[in-house]
């Protein structure tokens, strides 16, 4: 199966304010303010990414399509929801082969924070008449650990003071091992 996930919203405060990272990162003027916003919530998108937690209240759309025979269990199809916590489920759809949405209510989630969403199977793999499911839902982690901000407060001075690649001939794709040594014990394992 495949799943793609939309952010369709975001409210809430940053789990670090300008204040902190300018003191983290010795800053005493406001001329960069602007800036420093920036690269905090640049930063944490790319924190909440790694992890697969929401820091901020989102409302988000994951879809679900192609399965292949191994996604099949019984007669259901269990959908993992890419990010966690979640607070809400606000609706599961089936998408048919044209394109429209109908809403469900035959579905079960089970979970406490990370969330499946047991669906029967009503896709044919052989026959192609529906497409996938559209679970729309809310996410948002009100209990951020101390070293996640510390870690969003690291990679956003980072950030900060190296506004250009300067890395010659060396990949940048990752984030800073300090940062996912931090990160890594929030990180999403499936066992």
């Not at 992890?51 to 399509?65: C, D, R």
């Not at 035959?106 to 029967?120: F, P």
């Not at 990679?155 to 250009?164: D, H, I, T, W």
């Amino acid at each position: 199966m495949i799943i793609q996930n939309q952010v369709v919203s975001e409210s809430g405060d940053e789990p670090i304010t300008s204040s902190y990272l300018k003191n983290f990162i010795r800053v005493d003027f406001s001329t960069d303010d602007a800036i420093i916003t920036s690269v905090i919530k640049s930063a944490r998108m790319l924190v909440e990414q790694f992890i697969e937690q929401a820091l901020v209240t989102k409302s988000l759309k994951a879809y679900f399509y192609n399965f292949e025979a191994w996604d099949e269990e019984g007669s259901y199809y269990n959908l993992t929801l890419p990010f966690s916590p979640v607070t809400a489920i606000g609706s599961v759809k089936v998408v048919g082969v044209d394109g429209t949405e109908t809403v469900t209510t035959d579905y079960v989630a089970t979970g406490l924070e990370e969330k499946n969403v047991r669906v029967n199977r009503i896709l044919s793999l052989t026959t192609g008449t529906n497409q996938g499911y559209i679970v729309e839902y809310t996410a948002v982690n009100t209990a951020i650990a101390e070293p996640i901000k510390q870690a969003i407060a690291m990679l956003a001075g980072e950030m900060y003071e190296n506004r250009q690649d300067s890395a010659v001939d060396v990949s940048i794709a990752s984030l800073p091992y300090n940062v996912t040594a931090i990160l890594r014990p929030y990180k999403k394992t499936f066992i």
